[in-house]
């Protein structure tokens, strides 16, 4: 997955996280740091130094545990993403 890719996963997620409505006060702190991390990529037209990257696959996948059961579409975009992340070896 190439970088444009990236961002319209990226923007995927993001859109499909502000629609998510029943969740709990961790689940909410999760959607929170799932979107700083996703806001913070996608307005850096500079590059985002790699570290940004691994912070982002890091919530991800703490993310598939907190809305697997009750948010199937966020756990498909989340794992699309951490395979992208993976690929470009980040």
């Known amino acids: 997955m190439d970088k444009d ?3 319209e996963s990226l923007i995927e997620l993001r859109d499909e996280l ?4 029943a969740v709990d006060d961790s689940s909410r702190e999760t959607l929170r740091r799932l979107d700083d991390d996703i806001h913070r990529i996608l307005n850096n037209e500079g590059g985002v130094p790699a570290e940004h990257h691994a912070s982002l696959r890091e919530s ?3 993310s ?3 809305f697997e059961a009750s ?15 993976s690929d470009m070896g980040i």
């Open 64 to 66: 598939i545990q907190v």
């Open 71 to 85: 948010h199937p579409t966020v756990t498909i975009l989340v794992e699309r993403l951490i395979k992208a992340l």
């Open 18 to 21: 502000r629609s998510v409505t």
């Open 5 to 7: 890719h990236l961002n």
């Open 60 to 62: 991800l996948q703490d």
